[in-house]
């Protein structure tokens, strides 16, 4: 329910119009407070509504975010899922995942334009290393039983930037030829190592 | 020397001139026409001399294209000498030797500002995929004794880009605080096993 007593039957005008001067308030302080620095309570008080009203659309700040950047999908949902069997597997379920979801965003693929800010703009570089740290590589390190937990999720992510850089963006042509199969059967071993293999020198 | 048959004692204003008009040429060409489609004869016309004494200056396409770019190293000397020693250890050299440019350049490493270009627009990214590709991935697709060399090489090039994305971009915490050992332990194998393991489904 909105933070509202009033009685109402069905949606009120002013519910759309104050979900997205919350979006278009988190857009902006997300941008330039970053992830972590940017409240509920600050976006609230610029998209002129109570912090309850915030928390009631989109559940917590990393769902804020979700909506706000329109990612395809919300890592509070999709890593737990992807974690809940275990670290066995873990790399190729990852890898597998990922290259599913590409697939099927093709052109249309906003993480696409999100790697375009973060690799032009050190503030939206600074948010997405944020988000992408609490939402996705602290769920993933507090999951591996490992030495370095942290690094090694970081490990990972870096293997899986370059995966979308290569093969998205650079469009190397026998990763962008390359099926499925034979990706995960190339990546996941290296995720899996990442996750759960010896980082001795 | 260059191409003039007129005797000359040191430098000639006019030579640093030309050398300019080339690299002014280059850089305009291969952004539109690619790396691969922009030939030394169009970019000497473009400059108003001889293609030879674009040869004389630059040595090959590629090598213009290392100085209209400001490169910090030209493949072509470079990789050469990394695959001497063979494909034991390729990897562990391989990363090492990336760190080590990577950690000496600091903010000043142009390939920051490639990767940006490439990131932002559809043109620089097919010039960057078409250089890396003559200039890195062919040539270590060559020394590659294993099946399907190429997609091998993109294999590393996915796994170094993501390095310097996760690390220098994005500045991923653990990643930018790991000393080179470390990262070497942790990517040497990965890279080896691109190049030289089993990459069955």
């Known amino acids: 329910m909105p933070a509202t007593e009033s009685p109402r039957r069905g949606r009120r005008p002013g519910d759309s119009g104050a979900r997205d001067a919350i979006l278009g308030a988190a857009r902006a302080r997300f941008s330039t407070a970053g992830f972590r620095d940017a409240t509920v309570r600050a976006i609230a008080g610029d998209a002129g509504v109570d912090p309850a009203l915030v928390m009631h659309y989109f559940g917590s700040k990393q769902g804020l975010f979700v909506a706000a950047m329109e ?5 509070s949902q999709v890593v737990p899922r992807l974690l809940a069997p275990g670290v066995d597997g873990l790399g190729e379920r990852l890898v597998g995942f990922l290259l599913q979801v590409i697939d099927e965003l ?4 906003p ?3 999100l790697v375009r800010s973060a690799v032009g703009h050190p503030d939206a570089a600074r948010m997405m290393r944020e988000f992408l740290g609490e939402a996705i590589l602290d769920r ?6 490992a030495d370095r937990p942290r690094l090694r999720a970081e490990l990972c ?7 979308i850089m290569a093969r998205q963006i650079l469009a190397l042509p026998e990763l962008a030829a390359a099926d499925r199969a034979t990706l995960v059967a190339a990546y ?3 995720i899996q190592r990442y996750l759960t293999g010896s980082l001795a020198p």
Do not use: K
Not at 71 to 75: A, I, V
């Open 71 to 75: 990612f395809p999908l919300d890592p």
């Open 106 to 109: 093709g052109e249309a693929n």
């Open 111 to 113: 993480m696409l334009g």
């Open 140 to 145: 993933i390190a507090a999951a591996v039983q």
């Open 157 to 163: 992510a870096s293997q899986i930037v370059g995966v």
């Open 188 to 190: 996941g071993p290296t």
